[in-house]
């Protein structure tokens, strides 16, 4: 089952600049909750804040709690974290090796050197993506030689072979065509019933078509959050409707 993840006055800053000002904000379970906002608000900082991929900036601070199902993220390892938080990005990197070594990389990471087992995670989750029938003779191939929709594809399935109770998506369908990004649509909301999913997206009518939830920022601030219909028919914000005629970001 998926997990819910929350964050209590979660500060971010980058040397001098704080990017991310004092954010609670908690992200239920079994749900899509999209992030929007203008450009430089925060979001990535965000996602990489929740799977403790901040770290690895030197000069990035982080103050405040996340939760992992009531667990304070301080009591975790970097690597159990890793484990529960699984993050997609914008531009999809598969590793430059097969698409089945692609899937089958954390499990052996893990410690799993079982070949019925693997195939079995392997086959899994690209059905999960959607993936499978379509791809089950190139397993072999490399898995940068599939469409930009596909590889996006691929690395969900693979973010999911490390078992993470939340998915974290920045911006996954930012270089994608309409149809690649409808079947990633349709993945993410069948996902839902396993997984809790985070989406970043600067496209509005996706956080409609996808968002159970929805959480506005700006300048690192939460300025609105809310039930998706609620909040897209009657922000309560000023600022959150002016972004959302286009106003601004
Ligand atoms: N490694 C870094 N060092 C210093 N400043 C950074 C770093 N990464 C991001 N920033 C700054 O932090 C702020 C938030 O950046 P972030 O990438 O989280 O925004 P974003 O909302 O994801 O924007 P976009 O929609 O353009 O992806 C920006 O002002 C950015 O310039
Ligand atoms: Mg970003």
Redesign the pocket.
Known sequence: MGETIKTEGLSVS??K?S??HNISLEFPKNRITSII????????????ALDEMIKE?P??RVTGNIYIDDVNTEALSMEEIRRKVGLVF?KPVPFPFSVYDNLAYAPKYYGNHDKTSLNRIVIEKLQMVGLYDEIKDELKKSALKFSGGQQQRICIARALTAEPEVLLL??PCSSLDVKSTAIIEETLLRLKEKYTIII?T?NIAQAKRLSDKVVF?KD?LKIEEGDAKEFFRSPKEEETGEFLRGIYG
């Open positions: 980058y040397g600049k990017v991310l906002g203008p450009s430089g608000c925060g979001k990535t900082t965000l996602l990489m900036i000069d990035a914008q920045d911006e970043v600067h920022l690192g």
